[in-house]
């Protein structure tokens, strides 16, 4: 079983000197019109060869009747292909810079060389960020946790950049400088795109108050969880910004690397760590918030992977563990030594970080997993600590990511 994915993309920082010339590559031979397997083979002036099957070449034809440039969306329709389709002739036009080819309904395609090239069949990820090698980590990391500066990360694209990759790469990073006043949260999330709204809000207030809808607004200890696994889809990335925090002993974050634990917990307690990724386990979540009265419920194992064998992300969470367990009766004590490993492995391998007003700590909700040490809550009306949170997902996270790539190395959308 692999653990991790191997990095497929050759470039995945903003600036890329590598990055091909394919404008100076020109087309050279196109043959294969007849070929058995209904593939032209193509020659480029660099001595390169590629392949591209007739059925692909006549599905994304670039032509205004069959392509919309301004939202990069095919107008042609599955109904009208046919798969079995063969050119009628092919033309290398323009001094190399075009292939033209002509189909059996007459219709007529024109498929730029550089086009071609960025779309050749080479096993190549064709997501510039998707496959972003990730780096397991443990307590080692408490004086190696990247850093950027608020206003750097809110002005400057290359830092927005850094930082969003460093919580992909690493999954932590800390702002630091921000205003100690509420508002950042919502200036991160219009910086990338919008903030995840939940049962809490769109940002939501962590300090201690009566009445609460979760134990993040008391003063008590938070073991290491991740937040929301009582949803199906959790939010991607979490962000705290501490507003003011507490003077006294107490209120320090602790955070651990699950994708780490992961491997730990595979290499040395195989059988642990089988009913970890097998065994559902129940959350729920009850109460009244900025959602009234709601009632979530989720069933999923404390360690996910893909298809692949790869982590995928960690769901545990005490305080919304639910008290239902779906296993046999015999079972029990075995997935509680399960879950018991899992918790000492994570707290054996943590950082910990007592934030100063005007610090936010971000991190990749799926694979870091936070806690809080308890501290003295306020005897009158003064709060003694407040931090404000917000999510974003990865999707927005991605797209922006993309988008910066394109201003600075030129991606290609087409």
């Known amino acids: 079983m692999k653990i991790t994915r191997p990095q497929r993309c050759v470039t995945m920082g903003i600036a890329d000197d590598n990055k091909p010339q394919t404008d100076e590559i020109k087309l050279v031979e196109v043959t294969g019109r007849y070929s058995p397997n209904a593939i032209y083979t193509v020659s480029w002036s660099d001595g390169r060869i590629s392949r591209y099957p007739f059925v692909w070449l006549v599905d994304n034809c670039r032509c205004s009747a069959c392509y919309e440039p301004n939202c990069y969306q095919r107008l042609s329709l599955m109904k009208d292909l046919d798969p079995e389709v063969r050119p009628v002739t092919e033309e290398i036009t323009d001094g190399g810079k075009f292939l033209k080819v002509t189909w059996p309904n007459g219709h007529v395609s024109e498929y730029p060389s550089s086009w071609l090239q960025h779309h050749v069949f080479d096993q190549r990820c064709y997501d510039p960020v998707a496959d972003i090698q990730i780096r397991p980590w443990g307590s080692e990391l408490a004086n190696q946790i990247p850093r950027f500066h608020y206003d750097d990360v809110v002005q400057n694209d290359d830092v927005l950049f850094h930082w969003l990759y460093a919580l992909h790469e690493v999954g932590l990073a800390v702002l630091t400088d921000a205003p100690t006043k509420k508002g950042c949260m919502d200036a991160l999330g219009e910086r990338v795109a919008f903030l995840r709204q939940t049962n809490y809000g769109t940002t939501f207030n962590v300090h201690t108050r009566k009445n609460v809808s979760s134990l993040a607004y008391t003063s008590a200890e938070l073991g290491l969880h991740v937040d929301l696994p009582f949803y199906k889809f959790c939010p991607g990335v979490q962000m705290l910004h501490c507003i003011r925090q507490t ?168």
């Open 247 to 414: 003077k006294t002993a107490g209120g320090e974050n602790q955070f651990s690397d699950a994708y780490h634990a992961a491997l730990v917990l595979r290499r040395n307690h195989p059988e642990a760590y089988q009913i970890l990724k097998t065994v559902k386990i129940n959350f729920r979540n009850c109460g009244n918030d900025y959602l009234d009265n709601y009632h979530y419920m989720h069933s999923t194992p404390l360690i996910e992977e893909d298809s692949e064998g790869n982590f995928l992300r960690c769901n545990y969470n005490d305080q919304v563990r639910a008290s239902y367990l779906n296993v046999p009766v015999e079972q029990v004590q075995n997935v509680y030594r399960a879950i018991k490993l899992l918790h000492q492995t994570l707290n054996e391998h943590n950082v910990c970080i007592k934030l100063k007003d005007g610090q936010i700590v971000s991190f990749n909700n799926s694979r870091v997993l936070h806690g809080r040490a308890g501290y003295v809550a306020e005897t009158g009306s003064e709060m003694v600590r407040h931090l404000e949170g917000g999510y974003m997902d990865w999707d927005e996270i991605h797209s922006r990511m993309r988008v910066l790539r394109e201003k600075r190395v030129g991606d290609l959308r087409a």
